[in-house]
């Protein structure tokens, strides 16, 4: 608008003045002139737009009142009365108005703009003409005159800093709305906003402004509402300069960019529809500080409670994922952070988040890992439906991470969704069955080896499975129900932790215990050990080590400490008594001064393991009650998830467990009635379950609760009878271990059991057995001798020596147990009675150990068909083989029988481990690994792991890895902990099962060819795979002690044939071969040895000093091949046989044909072909390990190829006058085999062997039917021309297996007659039970004891032990049994050569036994 030229007042200049109204001058006092200005505001605010004379007359006035000397008065009221008569003169002659000079209405303007500053006081007296001057103002809209200054910017920012500095809490809505109309007119109807005016409004979305002054961010909110159309391009065009352009000077809010946007987006996201693009051009800038800032701030609006922008602006939402996979670590933290706001805000984007969350849930970076798992958990927290089971997946991962912090975090978090949601079901079933697998996955990491894992599941178990807190009853029925839904690891888990609890509450009291006896250095040495064996129970050993022993001082000072702890630690001790011994044993540790106490916290960490805050006397009430209710159909079962069965099977199951840890809590009449209740029931596994109960807790029924006895011991009677195997051996253990006449009582099941013996009945037949083999074991001295005529006349020649069923012919390595044959299973028990007893005995006076040992060693030899009458199965055959394995396993722990088991006998046993059944090599690895982790086992059994290098199935030779690293570690910790143990470290040191190794890999029977190379490989394999454990570390220069080891081993001779040259070659070749593999593995191994091996005599014969063995037994050739490989055709193995991935071994591949995956039950699968061979040779090797021991048993392919079917045929015409057998017969030859030379046996190595025909089984012809197979008579020319022809492998067994090893023999006429009287004279000679006694011969003794103090060891001759020490002999028995005298020389078997035939037939099936 164009401003009119100054208007002139009437009367010649003249000022007219209202009536009434007296000039104003400056003449006059202030207060007068705030008299005369009232009079005059009130004329004006009378006069409106329309009174033109009216206007006229008071131009000269409204001229005047703009002058200096208004607007520059000093006087505030003066001041604000003229403001208010200037704005009414800007309404009375809008639109004009009655000022033309720019600057005047500049000073007019910036007058009024100071006056608006009375608003900030509500209480003053003049706060009405304040709002009047406002409210007038915002009216009129009066500023937008001002759009025609040149410097209207200037006063429209004056105006708005001050209406946006005066407004407060006291204002009314009136206020506020008057300022709005103000400024809003200003920006709505301007030509636009400079940046100085927005950052006058920007500048109160600040943080830090906007604390100051919550009013004025919610009228610069309002505001920026009201013009979001006019002041979009301006706000757009600021952050293009500062995010884009980098123009950081151009505001001073540049600085505060980002926050503006947070703000701008939660005011109005239609203030920054053109800014958007621009923060995805600055999610992709170099700066990795600038990235996280605008991280940051795309966090905050993608994660706001209502925030559309993740579905509005997609590419800026992929943009913003693609920073979880930032470079930059806090960026990536920082988007995992915004994750749980999102999953809360918006779950529609859960599925987006889902694989991101993924990635950084495996990031390298702890703290990212951690906050994932935060993430997760917060929003399950808040609700289970906002995470999906993949995300809760992520958090189950994390619960194995590496760091601890992580996993804590994991751990904990899905402990406490299980408490809300399982245990509270705040959100109903359907959410408690989501997380169902939380209790099993938490319970499953008890597993692991770290002590804080282990501790932290006992206190989440305590807090929030079974929150220790509940009432008993409550607190049973949470545990009650929760045993009945846990998985089988689950299960074995919190019975370990129960068991772990209690071993450490024994700990306790014996150190207890020992605070009882008088000071000694002794006491102290006990005291000291019991100290260290609870310290490694606690986290952080070096430092539980030390507060252990301040501790033990306190308890030494401080008697009432120790009464607490003793109370604490009683069987009678009440989970209320505990809390209140904690509380008063942590009160008296507590130092009020010392703000943190880690030796408190080391305190209760001991006092939380040890307390009994789950299980008391009332407690098990409450679970017995629970279980009788489960009984009688009145429980709750079905609306927890189990059934009554499940629920009562179960309950037993629990308080078997609880009946170890807590016996004392058991014994009530009602707990015992209960039991008996359930001894009645059907359900064999109830009954069994509460025999072994009252075993464990009945010692006191017999004095105090005569009625329980009386009802109780016929029930026991019953069981051992005519009861379930299981439930037989618990009732004889039960009436053992309760009764006082025991023996009467044991004698009235002996007596008419041994009578009833009938093998024609062998389905009554096996729980006789059980209990006559326990009766025998526990009462040795009563039962011993009747239990001798048993074993001979029943037991050997009438069960184990008769074939009477015919077995099925299905093919199958393995059936379920329901399907083995009852007689099988009888003969099962039979060999573990034949154990018992002789356990029982614990000497070998009869020479009964000699024979049982033979009878096994037979059944191993003849595949488990003892009888060679081919009518058992071959799934049964497997049984027998894993019952006489384990037998002589079982045998090897008592000193006295490991004295007289042969190395020919070891080496047997040793090679079950390599059956061609895989449930056979899996269960019998369990059994021995388990006897040797609780040093039952002497050293030397050890070394039967390192033949698993040779099998198949990756995951058993990562079992059998496994098994070793922790024997290994048992051992070593052993004797760290034992300082007795350094006197007998041969028996100890893992390092000492090098020799054993050494010897049986010697005489392993695919060792036939010594300067083969892939025999040779498969030695390297079997060595690194125990060595690689055992070099792990160079502790104690233990490499060198190891090569000095084997130097030693070549200068002996094998003392198991030491004149068979054949034999010491292999066993030198061995050595050099583990001399090759140390050699390469450690640069260590050639400095001194820091002390002289000792070897064992029974294994190695020490030589004259003058023999020096200095031979190279290793080509170069040879060296360099073993070294670097070469190329050859990989082998075809059946669906199990899985590739090695382990570096060094050989590469097994398996060929997927139909045949692999047919049905195949028979022995006459369809050959493959060598094309065809070769064509599946590529083809994908990975197979699942459960499908595999599903399929490896059932099907026997055979592999040919042309030249071998010819070969083959060639070979196959049966000599006039051999005898049809379906199999090659395999056991002690007949006598005219027997007294055959023994030059065969050392021609080649593998005509019969030397012991190579041990333990593999060998391929039937090709084309002959297996059914109907024929002796073949082979020339040794036809054997040497077999060479290079294919071989028959089947599914499990073993390859590489040449063809000069698939020797025959052809049976003699008649041998089938004699067959059961040789075999009967071979197991029971020694005792007398026959007239046909074994020759024996000079050439099989081995040198003893007495060999080795004649000739004691010299530093220029290697050291040789005096004889194999047991384990057993260094720590003391928990029978108390008595183990022979140092000094008596080990009753060492003297084998003929005949008998060395017999044990080292050639097998006649590709596989090891």
């Known amino acids: 608008m164009e401003?009119?030229?100054?208007?002139?007042?009437?009367?010649?200049?003249?000022?007219?003045?209202?009536?009434?109204?007296?000039?104003?001058?400056?003449?006059?006092?202030?207060?007068?002139?705030?008299?005369?200005?009232?009079?005059?505001?009130?004329?004006?605010?009378?006069?409106?737009?329309?009174?033109?004379?009216?206007?006229?007359?008071?131009?000269?006035?409204?001229?005047?009142?703009a002058s200096e000397f208004f607007l520059r008065n000093p006087n505030k009221d003066v001041r604000l009365l003229v403001a208010c008569c200037l704005a009414d003169i800007f309404r009375i002659y809008a639109p004009e108005a009655p000022y033309t000079s720019h600057d005047k209405l500049k000073d007019i303007f910036l007058f009024i703009t100071r006056q608006l500053k009375g608003l900030e006081d509500t209480k003053s007296p003049q706060f009405n003409r304040y709002f009047y001057l406002l409210e007038n103002l915002a009216w009129v809209k009066s500023y937008n005159i001002c759009f025609e200054l040149e410097d209207c910017n200037e006063i429209f920012i004056q105006l708005f800093k001050t209406l946006f500095s005066v407004i407060n809490n006291s204002h009314n809505q009136k206020v506020q709305m008057h300022m709005m109309d103000l400024m809003s007119s200003i920006i709505m109807e301007g030509?636009?906003?400079?940046?100085?005016?927005?950052?006058?409004?920007?500048?109160?979305?600040?943080?830090?402004?906007k604390n100051l002054n919550k009013q004025a961010y919610d009228l610069a909110k309002t505001l920026l509402k009201r013009t979001v159309q006019t002041i979009e391009t301006c706000i757009a065009n600021f952050f293009n300069q500062v995010l884009v352009m980098g123009k950081s000077s151009v505001s001073d809010l540049s600085e505060h960019v980002f926050d503006l946007i947070q703000e701008l987006f939660a005011i109005d996201p239609m203030l920054l529809t053109s800014v958007m693009p621009q923060l995805e051009f600055k999610l992709k800038s170099n700066d990795g500080e600038e990235r996280l800032a605008v991280v940051r701030l795309l966090a905050k609006l993608f994660g706001a409670k209502d925030s559309e922008l993740a579905s509005q602006n997609r590419p800026l939402w992929q943009c913003f994922l693609g920073r979880f996979n930032d470079i930059h670590v806090p960026v990536r933290l920082e988007c995992v952070k915004f994750a749980s706001h999102c999953l809360m805000n918006h779950p529609d984007l859960a599925r987006d988040l889902t694989e991101y969350l993924k990635v950084r849930s495996h990031d390298p970076e702890e703290a990212i890992r951690h906050d994932v798992i935060v993430t997760i958990i917060n929003a399950g927290k808040k609700d289970l439906n906002l995470v999906n089971d993949q995300l809760l997946g992520f958090v189950r991962e994390r619960t194995l991470d590496k760091r601890w912090r992580v996993r804590k975090e994991a751990m904990m978090g899905l402990a406490q969704l299980y408490k809300k949601y399982c245990l509270h079901h705040e959100a109903g079933k359907e959410s408690a069955l989501k997380i169902s697998w939380i209790k099993d996955k938490l319970l499953h990491i008890y597993y692991q080896n770290s002590i804080d894992d282990k501790l932290l599941v006992e206190k989440i178990f305590a807090q929030y499975m079974v929150p220790h807190s509940l009432d008993t009853e409550e607190k049973m029925k949470c545990l009650y129900y929760l045993y009945a839904c846990l998985d089988t690891n689950a299960v074995k888990a919190l019975n370990e932790m129960w068991k772990c609890q209690n071993m450490l509450r024994g700990l306790v009291k014996e150190l207890l215990d020992l605070h009882k006896l008088p000071v000694s250095e002794a006491n102290n040495t006990a005291m000291f050990g019991k100290l260290m064996s609870i310290a490694k129970?606690?986290?952080?050993?070096?430092?539980?080590?030390?507060?252990?022993?301040?501790?033990?001082?306190?308890?030494?000072?401080?008697?009432?400490?120790?009464?607490?702890?003793?109370?604490?630690?009683?069987?009678?001790?009440?989970?209320?008594?505990?809390?209140?011994?904690v509380r008063e044993i942590t009160r008296k540790l507590t130092f009020p001064k010392q703000p943190t106490n880690p030796f408190l916290e080391m305190v209760k960490f001991l006092l939380e393991r040890i307390a009994p805050v789950h299980i008391d006397s009332e407690a098990i009430s409450a679970l017995v009650k629970l279980l009788n209710k489960s009984i009688e159909g009145t429980a709750d079962d079905d609306e927890e998830g189990v059934t009554p069965d499940t629920a009562i099977r179960s309950g037993l199951e629990l308080l078997k467990v609880l009946s170890f840890t807590h016996p004392t809590a058991f014994h009530s009449a009602e707990t015992y009635e209960s039991l008996l209740q359930c001894l009645k029931m059907e359900d064999d596994k109830v009954a069994e379950a509460a025999i072994q109960i009252f075993?464990?807790?009945?010692?006191?029924?017999?004095?105090?609760?005569?009625?329980?006895?009386?009802?109780?011991?016929?029930?026991?009677?019953?069981?051992?009878?005519?009861?379930?195997?299981?439930?037989?051996?618990?009732?004889?253990?039960c009436i053992h271990a309760i009764f006082n006449n025991k023996e009467v009582q044991l004698a009235q099941i002996f007596e008419p059991l041994s009578r009833s013996l009938n093998a024609d009945v062998p389905e009554q037949l096996i729980t006789p057995l059980v209990s006559l083999g326990h009766i025998s074991m526990l009462a040795p001295d009563q039962f011993a001798s009747p239990m001798k005529s048993i074993v001979a006349n029943f037991i050997v020649k009438d069960l184990l020596m008769n074939d009477r069923s015919v077995g099925n012919k299905n093919g199958k390595l393995w059936t379920t147990d329901e399907e083995v044959s009852p007689e099988v299973l009888a003969k099962v028990q039979a060999i573990k009675l034949l154990v018992r007893w002789l356990l029982g005995m614990k000497n070998n006076q009869s020479k009964s150990a000699n024979s049982t040992l033979r009878l096994l060693s037979a059944m191993l030899v003849s595949e488990g068909d003892l009888t060679e009458q081919k009518k058992i199965s071959k799934s049964d055959m497997s049984r027998l083989r894993?019952?006489?394995?384990?037998?002589?396993?079982?045998?090897?722990?008592?000193?006295?029988?490991?004295?007289i088991i042969t190395p020919e006998q070891f080496q047997l046993c040793g090679l079950v481990i390599n059956d061609e059944c895989y449930q056979v090599r899996q269960i019998f690895a369990q059994k021995l690994h388990l006897a040797l982790v609780k040093l039952l086992l002497p050293l030397e059994y050890l070394a039967v792991f390192a033949l698993c290098a040779k099998d198949p199935v990756k995951e058993r030779r990562a079992h059998a890895r496994q098994c070793l690293l922790k024997n290994i570690s048992v051992r070593r910790e052993y004797i760290k902990q034992n300082p007795l143990a350094q006197e007998k470290l041969v028996s100890l040191l893992p390092e000492y099962v090098v020799p054993f190794m050494i010897h049986l890999l010697a005489h392993d029977p695919d060792f036939t060819?010594?300067?083969?190379?892939?025999?040779?490989?498969?030695?390297?394999?079997?060595?690194?795979?125990?060595?690689?454990?055992?070099?792990?570390?160079?502790?104690?220069?233990?490499?060198?002690?190891?090569?000095?080891?084997?130097?030693?081993?070549?200068?002996?001779?094998?003392?198991?044939?030491?004149?068979?040259?054949?034999?010491?070659?292999?066993?030198?070749?061995?050595?050099?071969?583990?001399?090759?593999?140390?050699?390469?593995?450690?640069?260590?191994?050639?400095?001194?040895?820091?002390?002289?091996?000792?070897?064992?005599?029974?294994?190695?014969?020490?030589?004259?000093?003058?023999?020096?063995?200095?031979?190279?037994?290793?080509?170069?050739?040879?060296?360099?091949?073993?070294?670097?490989?070469?190329p050859k055709p990989a082998p075809v193995l059946g669906a199990v046989n899985k590739p090695l991935t382990v570096p060094g071994r050989r590469i097994f591949t398996k060929t997927t044909t139909a045949s692999d995956t047919a049905s195949n039950t028979s022995t006459n699968s369809s050959p493959l072909s060598s094309s065809t061979i070769n064509k599946n040779s590529n083809s994908n090797t990975a197979t699942e390990s459960a499908e595999s021991r599903t399929q490896e048993n059932n099907e026997n392919p055979v592999i040919k190829n042309d030249e071998g079917k010819k070969e083959a045929s060639q070979n196959a015409t049966p000599d006039a006058g051999t005898e049809a057998s379906p199999v090659k017969r395999r056991g002690r030859p007949p006598k005219t085999a027997a007294a055959a030379p023994v030059v065969a046996e050392k021609e080649g190595g593998a005509a019969t062997g030397g012991g190579a025909g041990r333990g593999r089984k060998r391929a039937a012809d090709p084309n002959s039917n297996p059914a109907e197979s024929i002796n073949i008579k082979m020339s040794k020319q036809q054997q040497q021309n077999d060479e290079g022809t294919k071989r028959q492998i089947d599914l499990q067994r073993w390859p590489f297996v040449s063809r000069e090893q698939e020797t025959v023999r052809r049976r003699e006429h008649g041998e089938e007659a004699g067959r059961a009287l040789m075999m009967v004279a071979l197991l029971l000679g020694s005792e007398g039970d026959t007239d046909i006694e074994l020759?024996?011969?000079?050439?099989?003794?081995?040198?003893?004891?007495?060999?080795?103090?004649?000739?004691?060891?010299?530093?220029?001759?290697?050291?040789?032990?005096?004889?194999?020490?047991?384990?057993?002999?260094?720590?003391?028995?928990?029978?108390?049994?008595?183990?022979?005298?140092?000094?008596?020389?080990?009753?060492?078997?003297?084998?003929?050569?005949?008998?060395?035939a017999v044990k080292r037939k050639p097998l006649k099936v590709n596989s090891r036994l």
Not at 891 to 896: D, T
Not at 1079 to 1104: E, M, R
């Open 1009 to 1126: 060819k010594p300067q083969e190379y892939e025999q040779l490989k498969d030695i390297k394999e079997c060595l690194w795979f125990m060595l690689e454990v055992l070099m792990t570390k160079n502790e104690n220069n233990s490499h060198a002690f190891l090569r000095k080891m084997v130097e030693n081993i070549k200068q002996t001779k094998d003392a198991q044939c030491p004149d068979d040259a054949k034999a010491n070659e292999k066993l030198y070749i061995v050595c050099d071969v583990a001399l090759f593999v140390i050699a390469n593995k450690s640069t260590a191994c050639h400095l001194d040895s820091p002390k002289d091996p000792i070897l064992p005599s029974k294994f190695f014969l020490v030589q004259d000093k003058d023999f020096k063995n200095d031979k190279e037994y290793l080509t170069t050739e040879m060296r360099q091949m073993l070294l670097t490989g070469k």
């Open 3 to 65: 401003f009119p030229q100054q208007q002139k007042p009437a009367g010649d200049g003249k000022i007219v003045y209202p009536p009434g109204v007296k000039e104003i001058t400056d003449k006059i006092s202030n207060d007068e002139v705030v008299k005369r200005l009232k009079m005059v505001v009130k004329t004006y605010m009378d006069m409106d737009q329309d009174s033109e004379e009216e206007k006229q007359q008071y131009l000269g006035l409204a001229l005047h009142l």
């Open 191 to 209: 030509d636009g906003v400079t940046q100085e005016l927005l950052d006058t409004i920007l500048i109160n979305l600040i943080p830090a402004h």
């Open 882 to 899: 894993l019952a006489a394995g384990g037998a002589i396993m079982k045998l090897a722990q008592e000193p006295c029988y490991h004295d």
């Open 537 to 581: 129970n606690l986290p952080d050993a070096g430092k539980a080590q030390d507060f252990m022993k301040k501790f033990n001082q306190v308890l030494g000072e401080d008697e009432k400490l120790r009464i607490q702890l003793e109370m604490l630690i009683s069987p009678t001790c009440s989970c209320k008594q505990a809390e209140i011994c």
């Open 1335 to 1396: 020759e024996s011969s000079p050439e099989g003794v081995i040198c003893g004891r007495k060999d080795s103090e004649r000739c004691p060891p010299r530093k220029d001759r290697p050291a040789v032990q005096p004889g194999p020490t047991h384990i057993a002999r260094e720590i003391p028995s928990p029978q108390g049994g008595e183990f022979p005298p140092a000094g008596r020389k080990s009753p060492l078997v003297e084998t003929s050569k005949a008998e060395l």
């Open 695 to 733: 075993r464990n807790t009945g010692q006191k029924i017999e004095t105090e609760l005569q009625q329980i006895r009386s009802t109780l011991i016929p029930i026991l009677h019953q069981k051992a009878k005519r009861g379930t195997p299981h439930q037989a051996k618990q009732a004889v253990h």
